[in-house]
């Protein structure tokens, strides 16, 4: 296998190679522009979630029958959710220079949503899809090329972490009806 890419099966990704010190800096530069706005910006990244992999809402019974892109943005549930989704991002981009402290956050969630919410694990992938997206479509000034490689190496290393604790909790990988 080479180049890293995991051929047919949907098993846990490779591990990405660690942050270096100027992209822990640059995704926190550019972290603090975006998390001035956390709320609005979780909420746009939930709602493109929802609009463009409608099977996601199957785990929300709050706003699972919301079609409507206007009456999620009012919905209180789906704001709550939005700031839980950036505040996580937010512990991780603080503790960037901690480790121990990002693998037991991404692990609490990983754990938290294998065993508490049932939630494949495909959808954080697709989820940190979304966010790019939405980070690279609001901040344009700020998300370059360069800065959006160093981003997707980070949602690469929050998706290995997370589908970390899934495997820790015995979950068994589904051929995904995600996409």
């Not at 047919?8 to 992209?23: A, G, I, K, N, Y």
């Not at 991002?89 to 220079?97: A, F, K």
Request: charged share 25%.
């Amino acid at each position: 296998m080479l180049g890293g890419q995991g051929g047919d099966c949907e098993d846990r990704p490779e591990r990405t190679e660690p942050l270096s010190d100027s992209e822990r800096e640059i995704i926190q530069d550019t972290w603090g522009h975006v998390y001035k706005n956390c709320e609005d910006v979780g909420v746009s990244v939930l709602i493109r979630f929802f609009v463009n992999f409608p099977s996601a809402k199957q785990y929300f019974s709050q706003f699972q029958d919301m079609e409507d892109p206007e009456e999620m943005e009012q919905s209180s549930q789906l704001r709550q959710h939005a700031c839980r989704v950036m505040n996580a991002l937010n512990t991780v981009v603080e503790n960037l220079n901690d480790p121990e402290k990002v693998s037991s956050v991404l692990a609490l969630v990983g754990k938290a949503h294998a065993i508490k919410h049932k939630v494949e694990p495909i959808y954080f992938k697709i989820l940190s899809g979304v966010i790019l997206e939405v980070l690279s479509e609001d901040f344009p000034d700020f998300f370059t090329a360069e800065v959006q490689l160093v981003w997707t190496k980070l949602m690469g290393a929050l998706y290995w972490h997370v589908t970390g604790a899934y495997t820790d909790v015995g979950w068994l990988q589904v051929s995904s009806s995600a996409v």
